[in-house]
């Protein structure tokens, strides 16, 4: 089924999947996570773009001006409060300085909650934008709460204060499905199963990177499954935080093994499903790991630069084959690799946690 959207026709385009749209409008906050679900119940809908958007759905210039007058006057009222902070910060007692930034963090709460949100309005940016501030300001009364004010062991009190912010965080996004509280979910959760991990293991430093790992690519699993939405943004972030943890496991033997594993999933991900931003992913991962490993693995090799080499030139390759198949997808039948089934989704990141879990016992016991 084709439907054609604007009846002034200026320009023809050629047909896209109707939840490319839908999902674009719901990270721009037009429709409600909820909507999306329904409007992509029939995954064979096609629309025809004609002629550029009507003016209705512009954003004005005020509206512009505004939201950005309000951005910059945020940045500059932390921006002073930090320097004013500074002045008497030392003079302050740890539980005024927990009680501070607790004051802070309630104060970003109820400005978000203050917010008028309406589907589309700038309140929906607002808000998220106050609750991510009111998240990190959490974040740091858990840390001085449990690091200055309980006296807690460092471990401890990294994944104590790691992990309620994750329930904070998610608490948030729970009351408000946008991108940038599902962004502060998945890195409280990164942070939390790596404290975690480094809790139960010390001493092994390439550990938590592998925790912080395991919920990325869970994060990516759910979102390639439609679990997660809008699937073209969780794909690429949850990549690049694979791509981040990954490196963090280096430079053992295994955290390389891990890492190049993780580019080259990237990298073919991105291929399969003709996505430039995953690629682009991938290829910044290549650029971290390769030289890295070939350096640990072959560092009197003369080889090596060539290996590299060949490795850049197949990635300019993939880039223009990608981008040439992005163009000519809609047209082109096949199998669709932009979702993966919901089940294979929940049984791959199972797979992947218990992996995971598994490995951190061995290692502790060995």
Same mark, same amino acid.
């Not at 203050?114 to 991510?132: I, M, N």
């Given at each position: 089924?084709?439907?054609?959207?604007?009846?002034?026709?200026?320009?023809?385009?050629?047909?896209?999947?109707?939840?490319?749209?839908?999902?674009?409008?719901?990270?721009?906050?037009?429709?409600?996570?909820?909507?999306?679900?329904?409007?992509?119940?029939?995954?064979?809908?096609?629309?025809?773009?004609?002629?550029?958007?009507?003016?209705?759905?512009?954003?004005?210039?005020?509206?512009?001006?505004?939201?950005?007058?309000?951005?910059?006057?945020?940045?500059?009222?932390?921006?002073?409060?930090?320097?004013?902070?500074?002045?008497?910060?030392?003079?302050?007692?740890?539980?005024?300085?927990?009680?501070?930034?607790?004051?802070?963090?309630?104060?970003?709460?109820?400005?978000?909650?203050?917010?008028?949100?309406?589907?589309?309005?700038?309140?929906?940016?607002?808000?998220?934008?106050?609750?991510?501030?009111? $998240?990190? &300001? %959490?974040?740091?009364? =858990? #840390?001085? /709460?449990?690091? !200055?004010? @309980?006296? *807690?062991?460092?471990?401890?009190?990294?994944?104590?204060?790691?992990?309620?912010?994750?329930?904070?965080?998610?608490?948030?996004?729970?009351?408000?499905?946008?991108?940038?509280?599902?962004?502060?979910?998945?890195?409280?959760?990164?942070?939390?199963?790596?404290?975690?991990?480094?809790?139960?293991?010390?001493?092994?430093?390439?550990?938590?990177?592998?925790?912080?790992?395991?919920?990325?690519?869970?994060?990516?699993?759910?979102?390639?499954?439609?679990?997660?939405?809008?699937?073209?943004?969780?794909?690429?972030?949850?990549?690049?935080?694979?791509?981040?943890?990954?490196?963090?496991?280096?430079?053992?033997?295994?955290?390389?093994?891990?890492?190049?594993? $993780?580019? &080259? %999933?990237?990298?073919? =991900? #991105?291929? /399969?499903?003709? !996505?430039? @931003?995953? *690629?682009?992913?991938?290829?910044?991962?290549?650029?971290?790991?390769?030289?890295?490993?070939?350096?640990?693995?072959?560092?009197?090799?003369?080889?090596?630069?060539?290996?590299?080499?060949?490795?850049?030139?197949?990635?300019?390759?993939?880039?223009?084959?990608?981008?040439?198949?992005?163009?000519?997808?809609?047209?082109?039948?096949?199998?669709?690799?932009?979702?993966?089934?919901?089940?294979?989704?929940?049984?791959?990141?199972?797979?992947?946690?218990?992996?995971?879990?598994?490995?951190?016992?061995?290692?502790?016991?060995?």
């Amino acid at each position: 089924m084709t439907t054609s959207v604007d009846p002034e026709v200026h320009e023809t385009r050629a047909p896209v999947p109707l939840s490319s749209l839908v999902e674009q409008w719901v990270a721009a906050g037009v429709i409600s996570p909820e909507q999306a679900r329904r409007m992509t119940s029939y995954d064979d809908v096609m629309v025809t773009l004609d002629g550029p958007p009507p003016d209705a759905h512009r954003r004005r210039p005020s509206t512009v001006a505004m939201e950005a007058l309000g951005y910059i006057g945020g940045v500059v009222v932390l921006v002073s409060s930090i320097l004013i902070m500074n002045l008497y910060w030392s003079d302050l007692s740890d539980g005024v300085r927990a009680t501070v930034v607790a004051l802070a963090s309630a104060a970003l709460l109820g400005a978000g909650f203050a917010t008028s949100v309406q589907r589309g309005d700038v309140g929906v940016r607002l808000r998220s934008v106050l609750w991510l501030a009111a $998240t990190g &300001a %959490f974040a740091g009364f =858990l #840390a001085l /709460l449990t690091a !200055d004010i @309980l006296d *807690l062991d460092e471990a401890d009190a990294a994944a104590l204060a790691s992990a309620g912010t994750a329930a904070g965080a998610a608490a948030l996004w729970w009351l408000h499905r946008h991108l940038p509280q599902q962004m502060a979910t998945m890195v409280a959760l990164m942070v939390t199963a790596g404290s975690l991990v480094n809790d139960v293991a010390p001493g092994h430093d390439s550990l938590p990177g592998l925790g912080a790992w395991t919920v990325a690519a869970t994060w990516l699993l759910l979102g390639w499954g439609g679990l997660l939405r809008p699937r073209l943004v969780v794909l690429p972030l949850g990549a690049a935080a694979m791509v981040v943890s990954a490196s963090m496991t280096l430079p053992t033997n295994a955290g390389f093994v891990l890492a190049i594993g $993780t580019v &080259a %999933f990237v990298v073919a =991900l #991105a291929v /399969l499903q003709s !996505d430039l @931003l995953l *690629l682009a992913v991938g290829a910044m991962g290549t650029l971290m790991v390769l030289p890295a490993a070939a350096t640990e693995w072959f560092p009197d090799s003369d080889a090596v630069p060539f290996v590299l080499l060949a490795m850049g030139l197949l990635l300019v390759l993939a880039a223009v084959w990608t981008a040439r198949r992005h163009r000519d997808r809609p047209r082109e039948p096949g199998r669709d690799w932009g979702r993966l089934p919901r089940t294979t989704a929940l049984v791959a990141a199972g797979v992947v946690l218990v992996v995971a879990v598994v490995i951190v016992a061995v290692v502790t016991a060995g």
